[in-house]
């Protein structure tokens, strides 16, 4: 081993340690399985934004953004304006419904058990149909983030892919399986941190190398124009209006993902919403731009030009072009911070959902709170083993799993819930028709229509219309509209509902 690669690390064994240091203090704090799963709902507004910010951006943040702004150029804006916009949506439209309507109806822990409570008249079959889609997705967006630390690790250290994977495995499994979400709100916090520094100073310093933003621009004029156009696809194609849509559609998926749902849950209250929505965006905003101006950089600066196939670790080579070895430990320990901030979030809602709405509603109603924290640790452990078997085929891109998963959770949830958020009149059969469709449609779309538009457009379309007309067919009952629209008169500055037909 190098010296260099001995810098890099002992940095990440700093790292390491640091992140299991906090979840040993979470342990110590962690007394049910509402404190397992919500943190006890003490989240202030500052730790809500950045867990909720960093869960969301995973390692395709450090890698897929990166790498499609490398091929792409500005043609990467349309997810990135796409994500930014969703973002600010997610907290100025569910956020505060969400936390006022989740306690009002049985103080719900999870996004299926609030779902149940919601639609009590069809609960059971709803709460099984919407832990099985969380099961199945989170499955797919964990092996994501495996993939991208087997190829963190497997880039720096020079190590075996299975290898690489099961050590970023083992990283993420100690913290969370004992500290339960404050562990994982907890070091969001730093993560998120860590990954702005390392989105700020690397392409800082790669254009202060390159002279500023003039010389960069005329470079990339001289030597790759179709970059600075927003119309590249990065294929030596030109955007049409589908491929357009398909980018910034990612911004759509943001209302039905558990991970980032559970931080709204989990603040301490609904006062604390507005600031931590300006948190959040600016993060965002600021990572976003980060990312891309990541991706430009690598052009003109990583010669020979990376081939298609290692295009996601632009970041990663600029790292260790440009800065110390030390320096460079703490960028690249950034990006095992992307991939453990998103990961242990996916772990925690699988494991709650396994333990709240599987293992105590249908199994053991009677069990203590130690049992159900004891089976949610022990449900970390199995999906994160699913998750690692997934993870295994090397040729795996990042963005493509997230993708895939992005869009079931976006399509199957994000419809259901918005308008369960503000329509009266929403019933449970519709409710359960619009699981039902999105998750479909996602799962048999992109075979069916080989990726001509991104699977999570028409599954929000498709599910959408399938609330809006069943719950007409099978309409919710008089009370249940008359007790939502209580629960929003008490609610101040809550009284607004959209405007669809009355059951």
Known sequence: MTEHTLLIALTFGVYLVFVWWIGWIAYRRTQDLADFILGGQRLGSGVAALSASASDMSGWLLLGLPGLAYTAGLGS???????????????????????ILGN?????????????????????PLRLLSAALVLVFFSIYTASGLVAGGKLF??????????????TLL??????????????????????????LALVLVPLIAWVQLGGVEPILARLYTSAPQLLTPWYDG??????????????????????????????QAISGPEQIGAARRIAVAWVALTLTGAVLTGLAGVLLIAPPLPPESRETVFIV???????????????ASILAAIMSTADSQLLVCSSTFTQDLYHTLARRQASQTELVRTGRLAVVGVSMIAFTIALDPDSMVLDLVAYAWAGFGAA????????????????????????????????????????????????????????????????????CERFQQILSSSNGHRSSIKLPAP
């Open 413 to 480: 949830f994000g419809p259901t819930l918005v308008l369960s958020l503000y329509w009266p009149g929403m019933s449970g059969y519709g409710a359960l028709a619009g699981v039902l469709v999105g998750g479909l449609t996602v799962l048999i779309w992109r075979p069916l229509a080989g990726g001509m538009l991104y699977e999570i457009v028409p599954g929000i379309i498709l599910a959408t219309l399938a609330i809006i007309l069943v719950s007409r067919w099978r309409p919710a009952s008089r009370s249940a």
């Open 171 to 196: 990283s993420i499994l100690v913290y969370t399986a004992i500290g339960g979400f404050l562990a994982v709100s907890w070091t969001d916090v730093f993560q998120g941190l860590l990954m702005a």
């Open 235 to 264: 294929q030596g194609q030109t955007f049409g209006l589908l491929g357009i849509l398909s980018l910034a559609a990612w911004g759509l998926g943001y209302f039905g993902q558990p991970h980032i749902l559970a931080r709204f």
């Open 318 to 332: 600029l790292v260790n072009q440009l800065f110390h070895p030390l320096l460079a430990g703490i960028l690249l």
């Open 104 to 124: 009002a109806y049985g103080g719900a822990l999870t996004l299926p058990e609030y779902l149940a409570n919601r639609f009590a008249e069809i609960a059971i």
């Open 77 to 99: 804006v349309w997810l990135a304006g796409g994500l930014l916009l969703g973002t600010w949506l997610n907290w100025r439209l569910v956020a505060k419904r969400l936390r």
């Open 154 to 167: 497997a880039s720096v250290f020079a190590l075996p892919y299975p290898l690489a994977v099961g050590l």
